[in-house]
């Protein structure tokens, strides 16, 4: 898939930012530096896990009006000189992660489209995300 950062990636290494624990969920990932000095992580997920957080990431876009009015879509799109990619096959972990710091009125809402209680989705993003970071 093709997937718009916003910046130049420098470096690609295997890897991962956390010590895992036997036992625990395994996500191959590489990281990844950007120009601006950022650190990312490219991980292949289980399609369960990937499913549960897609209908996260569409329904915060859909829920939550982003800065500006800019549209998630949009601006994760790739673009070259010869065409324009929507991002597919791709979480944006920061948006998924920003739902542990909306207020309980927007995460109820959200989680009322998702189908599932709120702290149910918190629990599954804390073992989630601690296996990535």
Known sequence: GEYHLGEAVTKLQHGSLVVKLIGSLQIPSILYSTI????????S????TFDFLNKIQQNIVDV?????????????????FRKTS????????????SFLDF?????????QRVGLPAQEIVKQLDAILSALH
């Open 36 to 43: 601006n000095g950022s650190l990312g992580v490219l991980g």
């Open 45 to 48: 997920i289980p399609k369960e």
């Open 64 to 80: 939550v009006k982003s800065v500006g009015g800019f549209s998630h879509l949009e601006w994760r799109s790739f673009s070259s």
């Open 86 to 97: 929507p991002a597919t096959n791709f979480i944006d972990g920061d948006l998924v992660e």
């Open 103 to 111: 207020s309980e009125e927007v995460m109820d809402k959200i989680a």
